[in-house]
Protein backbone atom coordinates (compact mmCIF):
# COMPACT_ATOMS: atom_id res chain seq x y z
CA UNK A 1 0.00 0.00 0.00
CA UNK A 2 1.26 3.47 -0.97
CA UNK A 3 2.78 5.39 2.32
CA UNK A 4 0.40 8.15 1.50
CA UNK A 5 -2.84 6.07 2.03
CA UNK A 6 -1.24 4.44 5.11
CA UNK A 7 -0.46 8.40 6.61
CA UNK A 8 -4.23 8.73 5.54
CA UNK A 9 -5.88 5.59 7.12
CA UNK A 10 -4.13 6.71 10.14
CA UNK A 11 -5.24 9.43 10.46
CA UNK A 12 -9.06 8.50 9.73
CA UNK A 13 -8.99 5.78 12.47
CA UNK A 14 -8.66 8.64 14.85
CA UNK A 15 -10.72 10.96 13.55
CA UNK A 16 -12.83 13.06 15.97
CA UNK A 17 -14.99 15.36 13.37
CA UNK A 18 -18.41 13.80 14.11
CA UNK A 19 -18.05 13.60 17.64
CA UNK A 20 -16.65 17.07 17.88
CA UNK A 21 -19.28 18.10 16.22
CA UNK A 22 -21.98 16.30 18.46
CA UNK A 23 -22.70 13.70 16.13
CA UNK A 24 -24.14 10.38 18.16
CA UNK A 25 -21.02 8.59 16.18
CA UNK A 26 -19.55 5.15 16.93
CA UNK A 27 -15.99 4.26 15.86
CA UNK A 28 -14.07 3.42 15.08
CA UNK A 29 -14.32 3.83 11.71
CA UNK A 30 -14.44 1.26 9.39
CA UNK A 31 -12.81 0.42 5.75
CA UNK A 32 -10.26 -1.98 4.09
CA UNK A 33 -7.20 -2.02 5.73
CA UNK A 34 -5.05 -2.45 2.43
CA UNK A 35 -5.41 -0.94 -1.04
CA UNK A 36 -7.05 -2.90 -4.21
CA UNK A 37 -6.40 -0.26 -6.69
CA UNK A 38 -8.50 -1.51 -9.82
CA UNK A 39 -11.84 -0.92 -8.10
CA UNK A 40 -13.58 0.34 -4.99
CA UNK A 41 -16.46 0.19 -3.19
CA UNK A 42 -18.07 3.33 -1.73
CA UNK A 43 -21.36 2.27 0.78
CA UNK A 44 -22.98 4.83 3.00
CA UNK A 45 -21.82 3.79 6.50
CA UNK A 46 -20.57 1.15 8.50
CA UNK A 47 -23.60 -0.94 10.49
CA UNK A 48 -22.97 -1.61 14.35
CA UNK A 49 -21.32 -5.42 13.30
CA UNK A 50 -18.88 -3.99 11.60
CA UNK A 51 -17.82 -1.43 13.63
CA UNK A 52 -18.07 -3.38 17.07
CA UNK A 53 -17.24 -7.14 16.02
CA UNK A 54 -15.83 -7.77 12.43
CA UNK A 55 -14.33 -4.33 11.62
CA UNK A 56 -14.94 -4.97 8.29
CA UNK A 57 -16.53 -2.84 5.44
CA UNK A 58 -20.13 -5.02 4.18
CA UNK A 59 -19.70 -8.02 7.07
CA UNK A 60 -23.47 -7.98 8.74
CA UNK A 61 -26.27 -8.79 6.73
CA UNK A 62 -26.54 -6.20 3.94
CA UNK A 63 -22.86 -7.29 3.16
CA UNK A 64 -24.07 -10.53 3.25
CA UNK A 65 -26.79 -10.04 0.48
CA UNK A 66 -24.30 -7.45 -1.47
CA UNK A 67 -21.49 -10.47 -1.59
CA UNK A 68 -24.40 -12.53 -3.15
CA UNK A 69 -24.55 -10.23 -5.92
CA UNK A 70 -20.92 -10.22 -6.43
CA UNK A 71 -20.65 -13.59 -6.39
CA UNK A 72 -23.01 -13.99 -9.61
CA UNK A 73 -20.78 -11.67 -11.00
CA UNK A 74 -18.11 -13.86 -10.93
CA UNK A 75 -16.49 -12.72 -7.46
CA UNK A 76 -15.82 -14.88 -4.48
CA UNK A 77 -15.63 -12.64 -1.14
CA UNK A 78 -12.32 -13.52 0.09
CA UNK A 79 -10.66 -12.89 -3.13
CA UNK A 80 -12.60 -9.73 -3.61
CA UNK A 81 -12.19 -8.45 -0.13
CA UNK A 82 -7.89 -9.40 -0.89
CA UNK A 83 -8.05 -7.96 -4.32
CA UNK A 84 -10.17 -4.33 -3.68
CA UNK A 85 -10.81 -1.85 -1.78
CA UNK A 86 -14.02 -1.18 0.39
CA UNK A 87 -14.63 2.38 2.00
CA UNK A 88 -17.94 4.51 2.82
CA UNK A 89 -19.22 7.83 2.60
CA UNK A 90 -19.29 8.20 6.08
CA UNK A 91 -16.79 5.72 8.07
CA UNK A 92 -18.28 5.37 11.80
CA UNK A 93 -21.17 3.58 12.84
CA UNK A 94 -24.22 6.52 12.99
CA UNK A 95 -26.11 4.92 15.14
CA UNK A 96 -29.96 3.40 14.90
CA UNK A 97 -32.65 5.32 13.44
CA UNK A 98 -35.62 6.35 15.43
CA UNK A 99 -38.04 3.57 14.57
CA UNK A 100 -35.05 0.96 15.48
CA UNK A 101 -35.62 -0.92 12.54
CA UNK A 102 -32.53 0.37 10.88
CA UNK A 103 -29.07 2.64 10.93
CA UNK A 104 -29.51 6.49 10.83
CA UNK A 105 -28.58 7.87 7.91
CA UNK A 106 -25.76 10.13 8.03
CA UNK A 107 -26.68 13.94 8.13
CA UNK A 108 -25.48 16.12 4.81
CA UNK A 109 -22.94 17.71 7.40
CA UNK A 110 -21.94 14.35 8.48
CA UNK A 111 -20.82 13.50 4.68
CA UNK A 112 -19.37 16.76 4.45
CA UNK A 113 -17.00 16.43 7.43
CA UNK A 114 -16.36 12.87 6.22
CA UNK A 115 -15.95 13.99 2.56
CA UNK A 116 -12.36 15.21 2.30
CA UNK A 117 -10.91 11.50 3.34
CA UNK A 118 -13.15 9.70 0.68
CA UNK A 119 -11.85 11.96 -1.91
CA UNK A 120 -7.82 10.94 -0.38
CA UNK A 121 -8.88 8.21 -0.65
CA UNK A 122 -9.91 7.89 -4.38
CA UNK A 123 -7.60 10.10 -5.03
CA UNK A 124 -4.47 7.69 -3.56
CA UNK A 125 -6.31 4.10 -4.78
CA UNK A 126 -7.21 5.75 -7.92
CA UNK A 127 -9.71 3.16 -8.98
CA UNK A 128 -10.51 2.17 -12.64
CA UNK A 129 -13.92 1.57 -11.47
CA UNK A 130 -16.33 2.90 -8.61
CA UNK A 131 -19.26 0.90 -7.30
CA UNK A 132 -21.06 3.02 -5.51
CA UNK A 133 -23.91 1.32 -3.37
CA UNK A 134 -27.05 2.93 -2.02
CA UNK A 135 -28.68 6.21 -2.76
CA UNK A 136 -26.49 8.49 -0.35
CA UNK A 137 -23.34 6.82 -2.52
CA UNK A 138 -24.54 6.98 -5.78
CA UNK A 139 -25.97 10.99 -4.68
CA UNK A 140 -21.99 11.70 -4.03
CA UNK A 141 -21.23 10.57 -7.53
CA UNK A 142 -24.07 11.55 -9.78
CA UNK A 143 -25.83 14.56 -7.81
CA UNK A 144 -29.03 15.00 -6.15
CA UNK A 145 -31.15 14.79 -9.00
CA UNK A 146 -31.89 10.92 -10.06
CA UNK A 147 -34.04 8.29 -9.19
CA UNK A 148 -32.44 4.69 -8.78
CA UNK A 149 -34.44 3.56 -11.32
CA UNK A 150 -32.57 6.35 -13.55
CA UNK A 151 -29.13 4.91 -12.70
CA UNK A 152 -29.07 1.33 -11.62
CA UNK A 153 -28.67 -1.48 -13.95
CA UNK A 154 -26.28 1.16 -16.08
CA UNK A 155 -22.89 1.81 -16.58
CA UNK A 156 -20.82 4.79 -16.46
CA UNK A 157 -17.60 6.94 -17.42
CA UNK A 158 -17.33 9.75 -15.33
CA UNK A 159 -13.87 11.77 -14.71
CA UNK A 160 -12.07 8.87 -16.69
CA UNK A 161 -13.63 5.72 -13.97
CA UNK A 162 -16.42 3.36 -14.94
CA UNK A 163 -19.03 3.92 -12.46
CA UNK A 164 -21.43 1.14 -11.83
CA UNK A 165 -24.08 2.21 -8.96
CA UNK A 166 -25.96 -0.66 -7.05
CA UNK A 167 -28.98 -0.10 -4.63
CA UNK A 168 -28.24 -0.45 -0.48
CA UNK A 169 -28.77 -4.12 -0.10
CA UNK A 170 -30.00 -3.51 3.30
CA UNK A 171 -32.94 -5.93 3.91
CA UNK A 172 -35.21 -3.11 5.33
CA UNK A 173 -35.06 -1.25 1.79
CA UNK A 174 -38.62 -2.03 -0.30
CA UNK A 175 -36.81 -1.05 -3.58
CA UNK A 176 -35.02 -3.72 -4.18
CA UNK A 177 -37.80 -6.41 -3.34
CA UNK A 178 -39.89 -5.07 -6.43
CA UNK A 179 -39.62 -7.40 -9.16
CA UNK A 180 -38.98 -4.22 -11.77
CA UNK A 181 -36.21 -3.24 -9.61
CA UNK A 182 -34.73 -6.78 -9.52
CA UNK A 183 -34.49 -7.17 -13.31
CA UNK A 184 -32.46 -3.48 -13.09
CA UNK A 185 -30.14 -5.12 -10.31
CA UNK A 186 -29.53 -8.17 -12.48
CA UNK A 187 -28.49 -5.82 -15.39
CA UNK A 188 -26.07 -4.04 -12.99
CA UNK A 189 -24.81 -7.88 -12.14
CA UNK A 190 -23.71 -8.24 -15.96
CA UNK A 191 -21.89 -4.39 -15.70
CA UNK A 192 -20.30 -6.15 -12.76
CA UNK A 193 -19.32 -9.31 -14.55
CA UNK A 194 -18.07 -7.58 -17.51
CA UNK A 195 -16.13 -5.49 -15.82
CA UNK A 196 -14.42 -8.37 -13.87
CA UNK A 197 -13.70 -10.06 -17.20
CA UNK A 198 -11.64 -6.66 -18.37
CA UNK A 199 -9.56 -5.92 -15.20
CA UNK A 200 -8.78 -10.10 -15.13
CA UNK A 201 -7.88 -10.13 -18.87
CA UNK A 202 -5.75 -7.06 -18.29
CA UNK A 203 -3.93 -8.10 -15.45
CA UNK A 204 -3.13 -11.09 -17.43
CA UNK A 205 -1.52 -8.94 -20.06
S1 LIG B 1 -17.59 9.56 10.19
FE1 LIG B 1 -15.73 10.28 9.14
S2 LIG B 1 -15.51 12.46 9.70
FE2 LIG B 1 -16.95 11.50 11.14
S3 LIG B 1 -15.64 10.91 12.89
FE3 LIG B 1 -15.85 9.08 11.56
S4 LIG B 1 -14.03 9.21 10.16
FE4 LIG B 1 -14.28 11.24 11.14
Given amino acids: MNDELSRIQGQMRTCTRCAEAGYPIQ ?6 DHAGDRLMIVGQAPGIVEVTQTHKPFSGKAGARLFRWLQQAGWQEENFRAQYTITSITKCFPGPNKSGRGDRAPTRAEQ ?6 LEAEIALVDPEVIVPVGKMAIDTFFGRG ?3 TDLIGQRFQLDGRTVIPLPHPSGASAWIQQPAHQALI ?3 IRHLQQVRGELESSRQQ
Avoid: I, M, Q, T
Avoid at 27 to 32: A, D, H, R
Fill in 27 to 32: GPPVFS
Fill in 146 to 148: FKL
Fill in 186 to 188: RNA
Fill in 112 to 117: RLCRDW
